[in-house]
C-alpha cells in the first residue's frame, strides 16, 4: 500500500482533525466566529462521513501496520461523525442558553472525535494510547467548558484526575505487554499468541488494559468519575461523553481483547463478566433513586456499559456484532435523550429535575413522543433499536454458556423499567406544573436540536425494525 | 390472497400514524374516529378475504409462511418479519379486527367531547397492530414484539384519563401497576425463550415445532420452557397470582375494557399456549399445572365476581374467571375447546363490557350498582343485548357460551378429572349467579339513581351492541359437540393446529356420549339454578340478601375486600419495609425515594438504591481508592 | 550489567509512591504531581524494557507518553485556576458540590 492510500484510508480522521485546526485559526482572526464554526464543523463531520463510507471496501492497515482502515475503522469512523454531528446540532441553542457561545466548543468536538476515530482504529497500542489521551484530554476540557459554573469545573477536575490515574495504569498494561512480547501491535500479538500463554507479565499488562478500558466505559468499579461528570458538564457534552467516547473505547476494546488478544481467557473473560454484572446491578439499582435526570442518564450509561460487556465477556462472533450494533444505537439513544434534556434545561442547571418533566407530552407532543421513544429504547421495548441490541448481547452470552449472564443481564433490565418509565409517566400522566405554564415562552425549540432528536428517533425506529441494514457491514469487517 | 396478509397489518398502523400524528390538527371527532375505525375494518376485510381462501384449499395446505423482510439476522439466528397464515392465526386475525371494529365504532360515541379523542383512537389503532403482530407472527420473538407492543398500549390507555382519581390510586397509578405486573410474567417468558434458544437453536414456530415432535414425551428441559412460558402467560391473562393488576385495569375508559381487558389482549397467553401444544403436549407436569391455576383461578375469580358493586369491577373478576376456564381447557388438553371459548367469550364479554358503558354514559359514569336500578325503561336496547350476553355467559342453551364452556367442561372430565370438573361447574353456578345479580341490580330493581335523566344511547353505539348480541347467539353453533350427531365444524377448521400435539396426548378415550349429555345435561340446570337464585334473591327477597350478608359478614366482607390479597401484600411486604425506611432511613439521611413504586419488591430495590447512592460521596480521592480495590478484584480474578 | 528487574523495581516504586500521594494529598497540584510520577515510573520501565529487548517501540512511546503528560498538565492547571477563581481553593475534600 502506498502512502497516498495510506492516507485515504485515514481521511476520515484527517479531515477531522485538518477541520479543528483550521477552527482553531479561525477563533484566533474573528472575535465572532462561533457561526462559521458552527457550519464548517457540520461541513467536515458531513465529509468526514462520507468518506467513511467511501473507503468501507478497503480492508486492510496503513502506515505499516499501526491503522486500521476500511470495514471495521469505517463503521467506528461513521458512526463517530454521526454522533459528533449530532452533538453539534444540538449544542449551538444550549451554548447560547447558558452564556457560553464559545467557538471553543466545536474545536474540542472535533478533536475528541478524531481522537475516538484513532482509537477505534488502532491496530498498535501506542495508536490506541495516543487516541484514548486525544479523546480524553479535549473531554476534559469540555466538561469544564462552562468554565464559571463551579459544577462544571468540578466535573473537569475529577474526570481529569481520575482519567489521567487510569491512564497511568493503562500505560503501565501497555508497558507489561511490550515487555513480554517485544511488541505492541497487535496483528503480531494475535499471531504469537500461544507463546504468551503462562506469561505473568503478559496477564498482568492485559489486566491493567482491562481496567483502563473498563475506566473509558464507566464500568463498576472504575465507574465512580462518570455521574459526577455527566451531571455537571454541559448537556450536549454529557451526551457525546456518555454515548459516543464510551462507543469508542468499545471500539478499542474489541479491537484489543477480541482481535488482538484472540478474545483473551476463561478468568479474564470471568472477570468482564463479573464487572458487566456488578454495572448493570449498580447503574440500575442506583439510577432508580435519582432525582435529576442528567445524573439518573449516567447512572443508566453505567448500566449499558455493563450490557455490552456481555458481548466482549462471550468473546464470539453475535458478542462482537453485538457490541458494534450496540454500539451505534447507544449512540442514537443516549445523545438523543441528553439532546431532549438540553433543549427542556433552562438558564444555569434549571429544569433538570425529573419532575420538571411533568405534562411536557402534552405541552410539546413532538418532544414528548421523541424523549419516549429513548426511553423505551433504553429500557430495550421491541421494535427499537435497544431491543435488538439487547437480544444479541444477551443471546451471545447464551452461546457462550453463559446463561447467568444474560440472566442477570434479563434482571437488570426489569429494574432498569422503573425509571425509565418515570420520565414517561412524567410527560404523559402528571399534571403540568403551574409555573410553566405561564411562561410558556421559556420553552423554546430551535430547529437545529428538534432535528438533532428527531432524526436519533428515526434512527433507533429504523435499525430496530430494519437492524440488517447496519449489522450486514459487520460480516466482513478486515 | 395470503401475500397480502401484511395489508391488515398496514392498515391499522397508518391509522396509528394519521391520527397519532396529525389527530390534533384535525378539529372533527367524526373523520378522526371513522377513520381510525375504517382502518380496522379493512383489516377484518383482508382477514376475511384470505380466510375464503384458506377455506377453499384442501386441509393440508392449509398454511403459509409469508416473509417481508428479515430482521435479525446473524450466525444460527434468523428472524424475519414473517407472517404465519394458518387456521388458528387467521381466526385470531379475524376476532381481533371483527370485535376491534365494533368497539372502534363504538367509541365514537362513546369517547365524544373527550380532549383526547385523536389520541386515544390513535393507541386503538396501534393496539389492533401490535395484537394482530402478536397473532400472525411465525417466530417467537416477532410474538415477543407484539406481546410487549399490547402491553405498552394497555398501560397508555389505562391511563388514558390521567388526572381522574381511582380509588385509592389515580389511573396512571393503575397503568403503572398493570405495566409492572406484567414485567414480571414478560421476564419469565424471556428466560423462557432463552431457554427455548438454547435448546431448539431457533425462535421459528416451524423448526421448534418440528424438532419438539421429535422429542420424548416428559423432557425436562421443555418442561422448563413450557413452565416459564406459562408464567408470561399469568401475566398477560390475569391468572393467578398475577391477576391482581386486571381489576385495576378498569380504571380506562370502557371501550379499552371491552377490547383489551376482556376480548382481545388477556387471551393472548391463551393463544401463546394454544400455538405452542406441541411443546405443551410434552410436558405433561406443566399440562397438569396450567390446568389447576386455571380451574381454581376460575372458582376464585367468579367468587369474587358474587359481591363487587363496581360495574366493570364485577365484569372485571369475570373475565378472569373466563380467562381461567380457557387455561383450564389448555391444560386438559382441549386446545380447540379453549379457542372456541376465547371467540364466544369475546363476543359476548366485548358485549356486556360496551353495555356496562352504555349504563354508564346514561347515569353520567356512575359505576356503583347499588346507585342503578330500574333501566330497564330507559335503555331498552342496551337491557335486551346485556340480558343475552348474561345468558350467553351463564351457559344457557343455545347460545354461544353454552356450547364453549360445555366443552371445556366434557374436556375437564373426560381428560382431566372429575375434580377439575367439579371447580370448572362450582365456577359456572357462580358466573350465572353475579350475571343474573348484575342484571337485576342494575335493571330491574326499582331505580336508585336519584335526580339523574338516564338515555339510551345513541346509534353509533348501540349498533355495535346488537351485532355483537347477534354474534353472542349464534357464533356457539359453528362449534355443536359431535354428539348431537354433526359436524363440529370449528374442530375441524383448527385440527391441523393441534393434530401434532393431539397425537403427543395420551387420551383415555373415555367418549360416553350418555356422560356428555348427563354432564351437559347438569350444568344447564346449574346454570339455570344460579340464574333463578339471582332473580328470586335480588329481585324478590331482598331481604334475604341484606340477612345473608348479616349473618356470614365475616365471608362476604372477606370476599367482598377481595380476600383482602391487597391487604396482604401490603402488610407483609410493603409496610414492614416502610416502616423500616421511614424509621431508619430518612432519619439518618432525609431524602425521599421516588414516589408511587407499587409493589414490594420495587420497594425493596429502590431502598437498596437510595442508600447504596450515598456511596458515591463526591470526594475524588474516595473514588481513587474504589478504582484501586477494583484493579486488585480484577488481578485476583485474572490470577 | 543491571537487570531488568532492578529497573522494573524501580519503576514500581515510583508508581507506587505516583499512587500513594494520589491518595493522600489534598492539594490538586500535589496529586497532579503525583500523576506526573506514575506517568514517569512507567516511561522508565518502558526505557528500560526497551534497552533489554533491544529494540525502540518502547523509547518511542516515552516521547509520546511526555508529549501526552504535558498536555494533561496544562490542560489541568487551566482547570485548577478556573476553580481556584470560583471557589478560592484547590482542595479536593471541599470540591464535591456533585455527588450521590
Known sequence: MNFYNDLLGISPVLIVSLAGLIVVILEALFKKGETISYFLSIISLILAGLFAIYTYSMYSTAFNGMVAVGGYASFFNFIFCVGALLTILLSKDYLAKRNINYGEFYILVLFATAGMMFLASGVDLIITFLGIELMSISLYVLAAFARTDPKSNEAGLKYLLLGAFATGFLLFGIAFIYGSTTTTNLKVISANFQNYQNDFLFWLGVGLLLVGFSFKVAAVPFHMWAPDVYEGAPTPASGFMSAVSKSAAFGAFVLVFIFGFNGTNEQVRYAIAIISVLSMALGNIIALSQTNIKRMLAYSSIAHAGYILIGLASANELGKQGVLYYSLAYILMQVGAFGVVSIVEREENKALNINDYAGLGHRKPLIGVLMSIFMFSLTGFPPFAGFVGKYYLFASAVQAKMTWLAVAGVLATLVSVYYYLNVVINMYLKEQPAEVLNNPEQEKISISSAFAVLISAIGIFIIGILPTLVTRYFEKLF | MHKYIGL???????????????????????????????????????SFLIYLELV??????????????????????????????????????????????????????????????????????????????????????????GWEGVGLCSYLLIGFWYDKPFEKMTTSDAGRKAFIVNRIGDFGFLIGLFLMYKYFGSLNFNTVFSIANKLQVGDSTVFWITLLLFVGATGKSAQIPLYVWLPDAMAGPTPVSALIHAATMVTAGVYMIARSSVLYALAPTTMEIVAIIGALTAVYAASMGLVQNGIKKVLAYSTISQLGY????????????????????????????????????????????????????????????????????????????????????????????????????????????????????????????????????????????????????????????????????????????????????????THSTSTEFMLMFISVLISVGGILLARYLYLKRMNIVAKLTQTFSGVYKLVYNKYYVDEIYDTIVVKPIKWGSEKLLWRFFDVKVIDGIVNGSARVTSIVSSVVRFVQNGIVQFYAVVFLIGILIILWIIF | MIPLSWYLFLSLILFTIGVLGVLIRRNAIVIFMCIELMLNSVNLALVGFSSYIGNEIGQMLVFFVLVVAAAEVSVGLAIIIAIFRNRLTVNIDEINLLKW
Do not use: C
Not at chain 2, 391509522?15 to 375505525?37: A, Y
Open chain 2, 56 to 145: 377453499r384449499l384442501p386441509f393440508y395446505e392449509r398454511k403459509f409462511i409469508v416473509e417481508y423482510f428479515s430482521w435479525i439476522k446473524t450466525g444460527g439466528l434468523d428472524i424475519s418479519f414473517s407472517y404465519l397464515v394458518d387456521p388458528l392465526s387467521i381466526l385470531m386475525a379475524m376476532v381481533v379486527t371483527g370485535v376491534g371494529f365494533l368497539i372502534h365504532i363504538y367509541s365514537i360515541g362513546y369517547m365524544h367531547g373527550d380532549r383526547g379523542f385523536a389520541r386515544f383512537f390513535a393507541y386503538l389503532n396501534l393496539f389492533i397492530f401490535m395484537m394482530l403482530t402478536l397473532v400472525l407472527a411465525d417466530n417467537y420473538l416477532l410474538m415477543f414484539l
Open chain 2, 326 to 509: 380457557m387455561f383450564l381447557a389448555m391444560g386438559v388438553g382441549a386446545f380447540s375447546a379453549g379457542i372456541f371459548h376465547l371467540t364466544t367469550h369475546a363476543f359476548f364479554k366485548a358485549l356486556l363490557f360496551l353495555g356496562a358503558g352504555a349504563v354508564m354514559h346514561a347515569l353520567d359514569n356512575e359505576e356503583d350498582i347499588q346507585k342503578m336500578g330500574g333501566l330497564k325503561a330507559h335503555l331498552p336496547i342496551t337491557y335486551k343485548t346485556f340480558f343475552i350476553a348474561s345468558l350467553a355467559i351463564a351457559g344457557i342453551p343455545p347460545l354461544s357460551g353454552f356450547f364453549s364452556k360445555d366443552e371445556i367442561l366434557w374436556g375437564a372430565y373426560s381428560q382431566g378429572s372429575f375434580w377439575l370438573w367439579l371447580l370448572g361447574a362450582i365456577g359456572a353456578f357462580m358466573t350465572a349467579f353475579y350475571m343474573f345479580r348484575l342484571v337485576a341490580l342494575v335493571f330491574e330493581t326499582p331505580p336508585r339513581y336519584g335526580a339523574k335523566h338516564p338515555h339510551e344511547a345513541p346509534k353509533v353505539m348501540t349498533l355495535p351492541l346488537i351485532v355483537l348480541g347477534f354474534f353472542s347467539v349464534t357464533a356457539g353453533f359453528i362449534g355443536i359437540p359431535e354428539s348431537f350427531g354433526l359436524k363440529n365444524l370449528f374442530h375441524h377448521w383448527l385440527e391441523p393446529a393441534f393434530e401434532d400435539a393431539n397425537a403427543k396426548l395420551i387420551l383415555e378415550s
Open chain 2, 8 to 46: 391488515a397489518l398496514i392498515f391499522p398502523l397508518v391509522g396509528f400514524i394519521i391520527n397519532g400524528l396529525f389527530g390534533w390538527r384535525i378539529k372533527k371527532e367524526k373523520v378522526i374516529g371513522w377513520f381510525g375505525s375504517l382502518t380496522v375494518g379493512a383489516s377484518f376485510i383482508v
